[in-house]
């Protein structure tokens, strides 16, 4: 009997210890504000120091009989427990808001009395000083999470925004990115705009960021016309060499092979143009068709018939032949004879 009992005792102090180990693990020190000045109200409108406490896992933990101190004489190894515990505040029992669950996070009260409610604290902060605040667990006697607060001004705090256990964790938030009750690293969406505003209120980051746009749009815009004029002048002093001898003769060869290639091409594309028979041909054989057409007009008639009298001495004999009365002299006497039988 007495072995199991014994058994069973040591199992549960294994059990005990497994479950300790796992809470240091998860219990966290989180966001600490030592000057108060206009941030987290309590419960009779006061602004007191406090110590946001996390629970980083996903398991439920309460944290009911914690210790929470700033007094470093209790790293003194020597110092008895009861001493040590009168160096510290008890996180009370009977607050069901101690029972933390995963990703939960509770806010105590500094520089208060525990009269004023389960989570008032009598710790005492110096705001005026560096702060070592610290997390023990029920015992005591075994330190939790620790860290060193600066010196920080109104209504700043000193935040946790990783779990590596170095000082680099942690970081100095302004007064607007305080974030009490809940994780330090938010997600709220912040345009470029209101960052600006938030960070030069007064303006004078746009003032010089102005400025300096128009001096760099001056100093480019004085680099492009001191190249340019550079490039004109150069191809000015270029002109009058081409001029000069002796490579004013060089010059014309060139100009009269540009030339000569520029006819050569025009004759290349009329050659294209007339599938490869010359425009003089055509001309030629246009004139030679309009000369046949002004020569042959002979082939051309009009189609009317004109008769033109002519005077002949045939009427005179007629006359004679024909009526019986005296002959007629003709009036023209070198009319024909007609021959007459005898």
């Not at 004489?73 to 009370?92: A, F, T, Y």
């Not at 779990?163 to 809940?182: E, F, M, Y």
């Not at 081409?242 to 091409?265: C, D, F, M, N, Y």
Request: with cysteine.
């Amino acid at each position: 009997m007495k072995k199991v009992v014994l058994l069973t005792v040591l199992m549960n102090l294994l059990g005990v210890g497994s479950v300790s180990a796992q809470m240091d693990a998860s219990i966290k020190l989180n966001e600490v504000m030592t000057s108060n000045q206009h941030s987290l109200i309590d419960e009779y409108g006061k602004h007191n120091a406090w110590v946001e406490i996390a629970n980083i896992s996903h398991s439920t933990y309460n944290i009911r009989g914690m210790y929470i101190t700033t007094d470093r004489s209790v790293l003194d190894g020597k110092m008895s427990v009861p001493e040590r515990q009168k160096r510290m505040s008890l996180i009370p029992n009977g607050e069901p808001r101690t029972q933390l669950a995963g990703r939960q996070y509770l806010v105590f009260q500094l520089n208060s009395a525990p009269s004023q409610g389960s989570l008032h604290l009598a710790v005492a902060i110096d705001s005026e000083k560096p702060t070592w605040i610290a997390l023990y667990n029920g015992n005591a006697t075994q330190l939790i999470d620790s860290v060193t607060v600066p010196v920080l001004s109104a209504d700043q705090s000193y935040a946790r925004v990783a779990n590596n256990g170095t000082a680099a964790d942690w970081q100095v938030k302004s007064a607007d990115r305080v974030t009490p009750g809940i994780s330090n690293i938010t997600t709220v969406s912040e345009s470029k705009v209101e960052k600006f505003k938030r960070e030069d209120p007064h303006g004078i980051g746009m003032s010089v960021m102005a400025m300096g746009i128009v001096f760099l749009c001056l100093a480019l815009l004085w680099l492009f016309f001191t190249a340019f004029g550079l490039l004109m002048r150069h191809i000015g002093t270029a002109k009058k060499v081409a001029h000069k001898q002796p490579i004013k003769p060089i010059t014309r060869t060139v100009e009269k092979t540009a030339e000569l290639s520029h006819k050569t091409g025009n004759i290349l594309q009329d050659g294209l143009k007339t599938r490869g028979i010359d425009r003089e041909v055509y001309m030629a054989v246009i004139c030679m068709a309009l000369r046949q057409y002004f020569n042959d007009v002979h082939d051309v008639e009009s189609g009317v018939i004109t008769i033109k009298p002519r005077e002949t001495g045939w009427d005179d004999e007629y006359s004679q032949m024909t009526h019986f009365h005296e002959p007629i002299t003709p009036s023209v006497h070198t009319a024909p004879r007609i021959p007459t039988q005898s």
